[in-house]
């Protein structure tokens, strides 16, 4: 007897453990992401700072993703790193000049940042870490750290490029486009001092499934990390889409 009533409780516990699994494996969609370090010498800005890579895997394994993924975790998105490159720049015919252009370029009058700089970080990329076009539709998603993308801005999602989303790892935009300062990794949770990697590549990814600056004091327009319900609805949507769930 003692027997039958040991093999019940196995079995009811094998139940449970099941049941846990499957609850966990619904509950949040998996995304991949794939995080581009863009090694290069130092840019140098024109107020003096020496602008290098200084981000490291462990800075975005330890600090960033999980940040990323306490803020997306109210649309039950979870970001898993599929692959960390410390990657060259590619060093074409020309690229100083593009770099130059890239440091000095500004918003213009009406507070837009300059499309023109878009093309030139693109062309930076290594063709071959890049999704093809077939990929792009897929569960992968890019974003690159460069030392810097311009004057005053801290990310770009690159819609016209695949979304290969860029953002800079030294940013005047919280200064008003003094001399460059290291973005932080985050941001401190209880009083917003300025706009850091995880909430800004957060935000990027958040424009990549479909969302657009409609909100306030929010994840996708100034500052904080709430998203709302619509917002939740249209990213969920695009993040069961692209990972097949
Ligand atoms: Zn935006």
């Known amino acids: 007897m003692k027997i039958f009533y040991s093999i019940i409780i196995v079995l009811l516990l094998i139940g449970c453990n099941e049941d846990n699994n499957s609850l966990n494996a619904e509950e949040n ?6 995080v581009h370090l863009m090694e290069s010498e130092a840019w140098i800005h024109p107020l003096g700072s020496e602008m290098n ?6 800075d975005v394994r330890q600090t960033i993703i999980p940040e990323m993924n306490s803020i997306w975790s109210q649309a039950k998105i ?15 015919n020309g690229f100083e000049e593009d770099i130059e252009y890239i440091i000095n ?9 300059d499309p023109a700089r878009l093309p030139l970080l693109y062309n930076l990329m290594n063709p ?6 077939i990929e792009l539709e897929k569960n992968l998603f890019h974003i690159y750290i460069f030392p810097f993308i311009g004057n005053t801005s801290q990310g770009n999602a690159m819609n016209p490029y695949g979304f290969h989303s860029v953002v800079g790892c030294w940013t005047n935009k919280h200064n008003r486009g003094e001399n460059p300062e290291k973005t932080l990794l985050t941001e401190p949770q209880t009083e917003f001092v300025r706009g ?3 909430r800004t590549i957060s935000h990027e990814l958040g424009h990549v499934l479909g969302l657009s600056h409609s909100c306030n004091n929010c994840l996708m327009y100034s500052r904080g990390y709430e998203l709302n319900v619509a917002q939740i609805v249209i990213s ?10």
Not at 53 to 58: A, C, P, Q
Not at 81 to 91: K, R, Y
Not at 128 to 133: F, Q, R
Not at 237 to 245: K, L, T
């Open 128 to 133: 071959s870490y890049l999704s093809s076009e």
């Open 29 to 34: 969609i998996k995304l991949n992401i794939r």
């Open 236 to 245: 969920t949507e695009e993040a069961r889409r692209r990972s097949g769930v």
């Open 78 to 92: 979870e970001w898993m790193v599929e692959g960390i490159i410390n990657e060259p720049i590619v060093e074409y």
């Open 53 to 58: 890579m200084w981000v490291t895997e462990s």
């Open 196 to 198: 850091s990697l995880a």
């Open 105 to 113: 370029s500004e918003r213009d009058d009406e507070g837009r940042s």
